[in-house]
């Protein structure tokens, strides 16, 4: 499992903004294009509110082969699904690896529906 944490009211309202974007948009992308979700969990602590969403753990390694064409697939998968990500042109930060031949698209903070 991996956590993405938000601390702060801002932060959270944008994290939990982002976990259901996972949820109303992306669900059938999960565990093919983007990571599965798990849920979001959020609280105050001390009058600070804070939160955290947990994804499915993606690791693996790149296959210089099939890279760029594994990124075009799902970036095409995601527009077909009407899935603007906002942010994938300008950062390679938001493709990881999955397993031996894939790859999984990250941070939907800037996506929106087409």
């Given at each position: ?15 939990e ?9 992306l ?9 599965k979700?798990y ?15 947990s ?20 970036a095409c ?10 942010d994938?042109?300008n950062?390679?930060?938001?493709i990881?690896?999955?397993r ?9 903070s800037?996506a929106?529906?087409?």
């Amino acid at each position: 499992i991996a956590l993405k944490t938000a601390t702060g009211s801002a932060a959270v309202a944008a994290l939990e903004r982002e976990s259901l974007f996972y949820i109303e948009h992306l669900g059938s992308l999960q565990g093919e294009v983007v990571p599965k979700h798990y849920g979001f969990f959020k609280g105050t602590k001390d009058g600070v509110e804070f939160a955290c969403m947990s994804l499915e753990y993606c690791t693996g390694s790149w296959d210089a082969v099939n890279f760029n064409g594994q990124i075009m697939l799902a970036a095409c998968k995601l527009h077909s699904s009407g899935i603007l990500h906002g942010d994938l042109v300008n950062s390679i930060r938001h493709i990881v690896p999955y397993r031996s031949n894939g790859v999984r698209i990250i941070d939907f903070s800037n996506a929106r529906a087409h």
